[in-house]
């Protein structure tokens, strides 16, 4: 059980390659384990909204992120693109840890459909589904 | 405010950072005009993703934003919260870009709003969202430490 305020993931959980947004609003920590994409990322108050709460910009960042990190589990590292993401914000969430856990449903052709949950200590706080692309094929 | 202080576009003025995270993430803009405010960001390198072009989950963070303002907005600034939120990307945004969007509230029913706009960079639609908002009358959940 992770702790609230622990400052490190455990130790098989690696840092997420990331671009500068991602390091912006991370650090991201992933885990591929059996086809799932799991991810963590401690939350501050540096992600809140006006009202004390994660912004929810951020759980749609966090789901964007787990959703392409299982896609791309299926495609070996081939980069994918997100075509569509839908998000479902299910609870409210303060500092802590925030586990997303991805994986894939179905792949046809260029496209792979994911699916995606953000929990809190267990409560759910999203649920998404994405649409990814593979890049450079058709 | 931490984020850029980059000058705004013309015709649009700073708006103002509501919160810890849009402050790092903006600088947001926003101008006025006779059918609703039109919002607007620069693309700059902090919002990369590895490929050189806008993350998604920044395009994202920037509708639930401003579409969080509609709401609120349509509903006297009483409080909302988000329900759902639905993207569909069709064009990347790179460095340089300025993104634009006049959110519309498309229907209100007892309880919730609907919001969406098309997002475009110098009049070509780059993505879309649509999204649910609850309307509430009294504090919002208070969220827990974890």
Same mark, same amino acid.
């Given at each position: 059980m992770l702790e609230p305020h622990q400052p490190q993931p455990p130790p098989e959980y690696a840092m997420m390659p990331s671009g500068p947004f991602s390091r912006l $609003?991370?650090?991201?920590?992933?885990?591929?384990?059996?086809?799932v994409y799991a991810m963590l990322v401690h939350m501050e108050d540096r992600h809140f909204d006006r009202t004390g709460a994660v912004h929810g910009g951020m759980l749609v960042n966090i789901s964007d992120n787990a959703n392409t990190g299982a896609a791309e589990l299926l495609t070996g590292g081939t980069a994918v693109v997100t075509v569509s993401l839908n998000?479902?914000? $299910?609870?409210k969430v303060g500092r802590g840890w925030l586990l997303a856990e991805a994986r894939v449903s179905r792949q046809s052709g260029s496209m792979i459909f994911t699916a995606c949950e953000i929990r809190s200590r267990g409560g759910l706080i999203m649920s998404s589904s994405a649409i990814c692309k593979i890049q450079g094929v058709r | 405010m931490t984020g850029e202080a980059a000058a705004p576009p013309p015709g649009y003025q700073h708006s103002e950072p509501a919160d810890p995270y849009e402050d790092a993430i903006g600088p947001f803009y926003v101008r006025v005009t006779p059918e609703g405010p039109i919002y607007a960001f620069s693309v700059t390198e902090k919002h990369m993703n590895m490929s050189g072009n806008a993350h998604g989950g920044m395009l994202g963070?920037? *509708?639930?934003?401003?579409? /969080?303002? &509609? &709401?609120?907005? *349509? !509903?006297?600034?009483a409080k909302v919260t988000p329900l759902s939120m639905s993207l569909s990307f069709m064009a990347a945004a790179r460095a340089g870009d300025l993104v634009e969007c006049r959110p519309e509230v498309i229907r209100r029913t007892a309880g919730t709003l609907? #919001? =969406?706009?098309? @997002? !475009? #960079?110098?009049? #070509?639609?780059? @993505?879309? *969202? =649509? =999204?649910?908002?609850?309307?509430? /009358?009294?504090?919002?959940?208070t969220a827990k430490n974890v």
């Open positions: $609003t991370g650090p991201h920590y992933f885990l591929a384990c059996e086809g998000c479902d914000y $299910t609870g | 963070c920037f *509708a639930d934003t401003i579409f /969080r303002l &509609a &709401a609120g907005s *349509a !509903n006297d600034g609907f #919001v =969406s706009g098309s @997002f !475009n #960079v110098g009049g #070509v639609i780059i @993505f879309s *969202a =649509s =999204s649910l908002w609850e309307t509430l /009358r009294t504090p919002p959940e």
